[in-house]
Structures are given as C-alpha cells and as structure tokens.
C-alpha cells in the first residue's frame, strides 16, 4: 500500500512540475492580458462612475445654456408683440418702419451680408435637420411594424379560381352578348360554350375586402349572373379589358343598392385553357402485337386447343413502344409460356375476356420492370380472337 501511495506522490510531482515549466514558456504579457479580460466589468463600472458625476456637470449646463438662450428669445418675441400692439406702433409710420432694414444694410453692408449669410446658413440646417428626423421617424416606424401589418395593408385581392361560365360568343349567336347560367340556346342558334376564368378582384381599401369576404355568397351569385359580352374564344387583350370593365361596373351597381360605394377597385381576369385531351399523340403510344397463342384447359379430352389472338397495347411513353418493338420475339415467348391455360368459357364471355387482359397487362408490367423499363403498360385492345 505504501508502494502505491509513493506512485501516486510521484505522479503528482511530475504533474506539478510539467505545469510549471508549461507556465514558464508561455509569455508574460498573455497571462496579464488574461488578468485584463477578467477584471475588465469592474474596471469599465469603475470609470463609468468616476466620470458620472462630470456627464452630470456637463448635460446640466448644456441644458442651462439652451434654457438661457431660450428665455432670451422668448423675452425678444414678447417685447416685439408688445411694440406691436402699442400706441406707438400704431402711430408710427409703417413704411419708414419697413425701410429701416434696408438703410441699416446700406450704412452697414458688411453686418447686412453676414447677418443674411448666417440667417442662410441657420435654415439650411434647420432643413437638413428636419429631413433627416422624417427619415429617422419613418425608418423607426417601418422597422417597429410587424411584418404581419404589412401584409395585411397589401392583402386587399380576393380570388376565384376556375370560375366556370357557359357563354355564346358573339361571333357565333350573330349579336347580343353571351349568356350566364340559365340562358341556353334558343331555336337553332349554336349551342353555349363553357369558358374558366381566374378572377382577381382588388377591393378599395382593407376594410371593403372583408366586407366583400363577408358577402362572398352574394358576390359569387352576382358574378355568376354575368352575362359576359365574349367576342370569340380564345379570349383577346381587348375583349379581356371590356370583360374587365364590365365585370368592375356591374358588380359596384349590386353593391351600391347596399349602400356600400364603389367596394371593388379593380378586376383582372386570366382564361384558363382546357388542358390536353386524353387521346393527345395516343396513335405513337401504341403497338400491335399479333400470332399470339393461349393453351386452353379441357378435362374431358387430351386434344390440344388453343386460343389465338392480335391485341393492342396502349403504353404510358413513347419508350416503351420502342423497346417492344425491338424484342418482340422475346415478348411473344414470355406471353405463351408464362401466361396460363384458360378454360374453354374465358374468351366467348365479357368477362372472360376482361381476365385475359388482365393477365397479358401483368405479364407485360412484369416483363417491363423485369428489364428495368420505365412506365407501365395502362390498356390491352383485343383486335382479334379465334379459338382452335
């Protein structure tokens, strides 16, 4: 035990000293400036209240010196209201009175000069003075409004999206203007047209939009009761701006009887166009495979039947038409010995032919992936079928 206890003395010694030589090579000024950092709080209260009491001293007689200066100025402005309002201002003769600055400036031109010079001088940083404080202000207030605020005065649009009307354009009724719900085709004039519209409506000020929120099921009957005057389909510039300018006066007129003026400012309005229809390039979607041949399953018999057939692949890209294309001697053999027999009933029933479908879509999906083929088969036509 006494062994150990003479290690661990001896460890510590050499501790010690490794820290005292490590003290040793460091430089002097870093441990000062280290004494510096840890007493500078103390240090800066310190000078903070030696010179308090001179901070004091000084704002004090700057504010004496402007309380001075502003006790003289005021008793110069009341003197003068005095001298107006005294007999001897009433008496005296005004024109020599306004004269008198004039011949002080022609006996004295160099006190006349410096005293314009310094008047001058005193309002153009009176000027300067003023700007910068309605920069400060305006900053101050702009930094201390929250962003929310912002938004709000900027948040005055209300949104339709999608409107959907059904209108007869002019061009095609032979006059008149279009129809809102309700107006169908009279006689054998051509039929309506369905025509989508995003409207943008900007309201006249924050508190005419969350009136118009408020009546927003008013708002959307009034809209759909239009009757637009469309001149053809697509939508041109200038019978956008008509429909615009129609749209903002009707609608201000079913508001008014309210009593509310002119709550709509403005109305944009943006045709939405229909999208693609389904059958877009389809014909390059395509491919006909033929010759292919499904084992039927009969119990009663060990004759060989067997059902041929040429279907129609519709494929979700033009690749993977492609790669059909190039092994389609592959495909045929994938076709006939994985898809399995079908019984006699399958292909002369709906439904039957439904589930051969629905197996050669599977077995192509499979192969498709299989091979590492982006998409997927979507449909199998059937253009042939015969039983043998």
């Known amino acids: ?33 280290i004494a510096v950092i840890l007493h500078l709080p103390a240090t800066l209260k310190a000078i903070i209240q030696n010179q308090l009491p001179k901070l004091k001293n000084f704002f004090g007689e700057l504010l004496s010196f402007f309380t001075q200066y502003t006790t003289m100025i005021r008793g110069h402005l009341v ?25 002080f400036s022609k006996a004295h031109p160099f006190k006349a000069m410096m005293a314009a010079f310094s008047f001058v001088i005193l309002m153009s940083a009176m000027t300067i003075m003023v700007k910068n404080a309605e920069k400060i202000a305006s900053g101050t207030l702009s930094l201390r409004r929250p962003a929310s605020n912002e938004a709000a005065e900027d948040d005055i649009y209300i949104e339709i999206k ?3 009307f059904e209108i007869k354009p002019v061009a095609a009724s032979g006059g008149g203007h279009g129809g809102g719900h309700g107006a169908g085709p009279a006689g054998g004039e051509a039929p309506e047209h369905e025509l989508f519209l995003d409207i943008r409506i900007e309201a006249s000020n924050p508190k005419e939009k969350v009136f118009l929120e408020y ?13 637009l005057p469309v001149a053809r ?6 019978n956008q701006k008509q429909i615009e300018t129609y749209m903002i006066k009707i609608l201000n007129e079913d508001f008014k009887h309210l009593g509310r003026v002119l709550p709509i400012k403005n ?17 390059e979607r395509m491919m006909s495979v033929s010759d292919i041949n499904l084992q039927i399953f009969l119990e009663d018999t060990h004759r060989n039947r067997q059902v041929w057939l040429d279907f129609s692949v519709l494929a979700s890209n033009r690749n993977i038409v492609l790669f059909l294309k190039a ?10 010995t994985n898809v399995e027999p079908v019984i006699p009933q399958l292909p002369v029933e709906e439904e039957g032919r439904l589930i051969i479908k629905d197996k050669l879509r599977n077995e192509l999906n499979e192969y498709l992936e299989k091979n590492g083929i982006e998409g997927k088969i979507l449909e199998i036509y059937i253009d042939y079928l015969m039983v043998s």
């Not at 050499?14 to 490590?22: H, S, W």
């Open 79 to 103: 003197n003068i209201l005095i001298y107006l309002r005294s007999e001897e201002f009433k008496k005296a003769d005004k024109k020599s009175l306004l004269l008198t600055p004039f011949r």
């Open 1 to 33: 035990m006494n062994f150990l206890i003479k290690i661990e003395e001896a460890i510590n010694r050499f501790i010690e000293g490794l820290l005292v030589k490590l003290k040793d090579m460091v430089p002097h000024f870093i441990f000062e400036f």
């Open 162 to 164: 999608k409107h959907k």
């Open 215 to 227: 009546m927003e099921e008013m708002l959307d009957d009034s809209i759909e009761a239009l009757e």
């Open 327 to 336: 092994h389609e001697v592959e495909i045929k053999d994938h076709l006939t």
């Open 267 to 283: 109305i944009q309005i943006k045709q939405v166009l229909e999208s693609r229809p389904v059958y877009y390039r389809q014909a």
């Open 233 to 238: 389909l697509p939508l041109e510039s200038d």
